[in-house]
């Protein structure tokens, strides 16, 4: 199985979060601000059920496609979900409470790549 690079890892997981509708799909590219990772991967959901609907998604494709990750938090809780893949770290957000810490203006230089399902 080719390896995907850390752009096409992100915009897979963004497309699997839209898949379970979830929306606001947006991809940070810290690359050349970070050593954390290389790209945010953020989206939104309605309901926690919602949210851990959409980051149980990610995780069975990400895995199918031969991704698992390294640390994931927030799954129970459906509040706010982290898959970290080292490169990619994916944020699946109850949307208040992405409102309220408020990602994109915390990393306000970064890129930014919008997701779409039209």
Request: with cysteine; aromatic share 12%.
């Amino acid at each position: 199985m080719k390896k995907l690079s850390a752009l096409a890892l992100a915009r897979m997981a963004g497309r699997l979060a839209l898949e379970k509708k979830g929306f606001d799909v947006k991809i940070l590219k810290l690359k050349r601000l970070s050593s954390v990772c290389d790209y945010f991967v953020i989206a939104s959901g309605e309901a926690d059920r919602q949210v851990t609907a959409i980051a149980r998604t990610i995780h069975d494709g990400l895995a199918k496609a031969g991704y698992k990750p390294y640390y994931r938090e927030g799954v129970n809780e459906g509040n706010w979900v982290l898959l970290d893949y080292i490169d990619v770290v994916v944020h699946i957000f109850y949307e208040p409470t992405r409102q309220f810490y408020a990602l994109e203006k915390l990393w306000g230089d970064a890129p930014i790549e919008e997701l779409s399902d039209r």
